[in-house]
Each structure stands twice: as structure tokens, then as C-alpha cells.
């Protein structure tokens, strides 16, 4: 008899490989779930009519003695941000109807030649704008290990369905920390891949220069996988960028630790689990090393700089012409008025203002420029940093997951979430989040390892040490 | 100070039509938002060279496919469309509905 939820990618792939397991079943048995606890977590804003005969395609696949991949009939959640040919997508948002993806996600094609089954498409932030899922048009989702406190986000819909076993295992993005941070929150893995490691073609654009796509999962090995399954160059993403692979190096590792950032704010159970954590890892074998990085307590303004005026000029397309909703005015200024100010949630309205504000005449170059100054000085810093460790460990979020509604008010609050995952995307860098335990309250707390460009294989290696403890 | 004109020209330049309840909400909100980001006026100069120096990519001008097979898929997604074109209200002459 099969435990479906201890799962992970891997132990599915060995028995649907030994004809123990079909797709069918495993596709079942998550649908059944879902049909049983999403009235409650509000987690799928649709489960695909064809999911179950994308799982008998598969079976079917293998029956006929073809390849079984290693993603071959594993069901997986998709981000409402990520295109599927012929699905809706609607990243959340009012604003964009009915619209009906036309051609499929690069990740999505990539997804579908392994023949895995896409379950279904999961709740998010309104444009991935957010940290707890709470500014979806349709509804916050809640955490599943308690339904009382937000699942993180902006892909809080793909952490909740994997925590919740509601899927295998589901596809995220991640702009500023929108991946790692509900995974920590929900006790889940999370990876936000080297910028260009995995084409975008295919997702809504939120922020050019920080945007990536990663997978949220049970287990490092499952990150892994997820990993070489979607990573490579695409030509139709022109910042994607061939592998070039930090040379897997063995372990022991230096872990650099910046503990001059870790200072206030920081949750006293996260601190203290943080620092077990540290101590777990040099009973390893691996060395805890102080690093400085001066440049990192900027990252935070920066990056509510560049994000909010990339975002806003990304989102001018969504005008009510050619895909999405149209709400009527008097004249055309006031067609792209009205389906813009009704179209738009309250937090993205906020920021194309805050976006508009910064690229303006006159504070271009005070808010503009100077953060993408010191954008490149974080990433010097981490170049630097990296001379002398092998990855950087801080905590995932300064908070465990908080309840619903206790930060809707004030925005600043929420951006203050982002702290320690914001700085990676300004770098480019990848980064992992790794359950690292639980609060007393058993509230699941994460840690984050981040390593240089393309440097996953690093990341995979002590993340592995720190799951098996 | 984000002056209410400030932010009516904001939401103009943004195409937002925002409620008199919300202009003020987000004056406020944009205010408490900039006097945290203003930090970075003490970040030291940036003197840091680009890290991962950007290189154009090209691709031949060519058609990457066949013309119009695209096209009723795409329009298809419009909310208001006349054969092969999205339609718009008239911008010339007066603002009038045509």
C-alpha cells in the first residue's frame, strides 16, 4: 500500500518506472484532495477538465513501452501566471477576463514533452505583486498547516498545494523572494534559479531584470529535478542563458553568514532556529564563516525602486484592447481609465503609481538611476563575498507565516517580508529555501542558502544536509 | 509632499481612474513608501562596475513564421474586434463615440 503523502517526485517516478504506480492514481488521488480541502484554502483557481486524461496519456505512454521520464505522469500545479495553450490565465487579476493562454509557456512546453500532467492553475498575488496571497481578485489562500495564517506569496497557491498535498509538486516565480518565501512559510522547498537559467517565455511579466521561474517541492532531490527539467537557453527568451555550471564541488563548504544584516526585526524563534541551524551544518563537517555585506540593508529600497518602475511600464499593455476585460468610457483615454483603475487591484494600482513616480521627470535620476547603482554594488559584494565562501545562509523570511489580514494595511510592513530574499534577485544569484524546523507553535520556519551564478549544484548539495538532519 | 495634483497627474500618466478615497489612501501610502526608499540617498556613489556586462542578442530579420497563422488566435482575445482589426473608439474629430 502506497503512502501518496510522503510522495516526493522521486520515490512517484521509481514506481510509476516499476509499473507499482499509475498516473491515474496518483492524478486521483490529488484531485480528491483538492476536491476535499480547496473550499477550505482556496488554493486551485481551476483544476484542468483533462488533467485525469493527461495522466491516462501517460499511462498509456509507458503501456506502450515508451521512455518513462522522470516526469512522466508526475501531476504538477502551475502558477496563474505561467501560459498554457488553450487554459485559462489570469494571473490573479480582474483585469485580464477570460483570457485564454494562446501558445504554451516555454516551462509549459518543457513539462509536456516529459508528459507530467498539469493539474491545475493555483492562486498567486494579483501580477505576483505581494507576500501572502491576500491581493488575489479571487480571495486570499490559506496556509494549510494553519488555515489561520497567510501561505506566503505571491506564489502562496503553488507552496499550499504542494504543503497541502494538493500536488506533487508546482511551478512558482519569483521576483523578490515569491518562490522561497511561501515555501519557508508553508515547510515546503523552493528554489529561485541564476537569472536566465530558466526561460520566462510564456510569463506574465512582473519585473524584467528580476523575474524567474522555479519549482516549489517535498524534498532538495525533487528541486533538483524540477531544475534540469526546465533550465536551459531559449530563443525566445533573449536573457536566457546556456548552463554554465559552477563545477559541482564536494562538500565540506565554507557558509558564509552575514550576521551584520540579521539584526533587527528578526523573529527571536527564527533567530534561535537559524542558529541551531548553523550549528547542525558544522557538525557536517562545513565551516560557518562571518561575512560583511554593507551594500545588503540598501537592498530593500532598491528594489521597491527598479521592481515598481519595471512593473509599471510591464503593465501599460494591459489596456482593455486587445486581450483581458474592457470597461467602458466616453472616449478611448477613458476605456483604458476605467478598465486600468477597475482591472487593477488596490496593490498594483499602488505600485504603476509608485512606478510612475520614480521614472518620473525629475526623480528619475534620484530614485532610477541611483538604485540601479546600487544594485551593481550588491552584486559586487556577493562577487566579492563568494571569493571567500562557498554560498551565503541567512534565514528565508524574518517571520514565521503571520494571520490573515494582519499587514493588508500597511504596505511597508509587507515589503519588509522580502528582506532577505530581495537582495538575491538584484544579484541575479540563485537561491534555495529549505525547511530548517518549526516554531513552538509549529509554524514551519525556512533557511535560505544562496550561491553564485549557476551554482545550484552548491545549493542542492548543503540543502541535502540540512533536510536530513 | 505628493501634492493631490501629484497624484492626479500620476494616475493620469498610469491611465488609472482612482477614486477620491483612494487618491488620498495612496498619497499617503506612496509617502510612507518614498521616505523608505529615500535611504538610498545615503548608499555610497556608485562607483561598482556592471558585474555581468549585458551583450545584445540578434536573430536573423527574417519571418519567424508563416504571416497570419497566428492571427485568429490572437483576435480572438480582443474584447472588441472588427474582421482582422481590434477595434477602438474614434480618436480624431471631436472625441466623438463613432
Redesign the interface.
Known sequence: MIDFSTLTIKAAHELIAKRELTSRALTEYYINAIAEKNADLNVYLEVFSDALGQADAADAAIAAGEPVMVLTGIPIAIKDNILIKGKKASSASKIL?N??G?YDATVVKKLKEQKAVLIGRVNMDEFAMGGSTENSAFGPTKNPVDPTRVPGGSSGGSAAAVAGDMALAALGSDTGGSIRQPASFCGVVGLKPTYGAVSRYGLMAMASSLDQIGPIVKSVDDAEIMFAALAGRD?LD?TSLASSAVASKAGPYVVGVPFDFLGEGLDPEVKANFEASLEKLKAKGHTVKEISLP?LK?S???Y??LMPAEA?TNL?RF????????KEG?????????S???G?G?EV??R???????L?AGYYD??YH?????R??I??EY?KAFETVDVIATPTAPSPAFKLGSKTS???QM?LEDIFTVPVNL??VPAISVPSGKTAAGLPLGIQFTAP?FGEQLLFAIGRDIEHN | MLTPQD?DN??A??????SED?KTA?AK??E???G?????????????????ASTN?M?EDGAPHEAGV?TE??LA????REGGY?K????LGG?D?A
Request: some cysteine.
Open positions: 477576463g483570457y485564454v494562446t530563443p533573449s551594500a540598501y530593500l529600497a532598491c521597491y525602486v509599471s501599460a489596456d482593455g484592447v486587445r486581450y483581458g476585460a474592457l466616453a472616449n478611448l483615454l477613458e476605456d483604458y481609465l476605467n486600468r483603475g477597475q487593477f488596490r494600482r499602488r504603476i503609481m509608485l512606478g510612475t513616480y520614480v518620473s534620484a530614485y541611483k538604485a540601479n547603482d546600487v551593481r554594488l552584486a559586487a562577487r500597511d504596505p511597508l515589503y544579484a541575479g551564478h | 497624484i500620476l494616475a500618466l498610469g491611465r488609472l481612474a482612482l483612494e495612496i501610502d506612496l510612507s513608501i518614498l523608505y526608499v529615500s535611504e538610498l540617498s545615503n548608499a555610497p556613489a556608485g562607483q561598482a562596475a556592471d558585474v555581468y542578442v536573430r497566428h488566435a490572437l482575445e480582443a474584447p472588441k481590434l477602438v473608439k474614434q480618436i472625441g463615440n
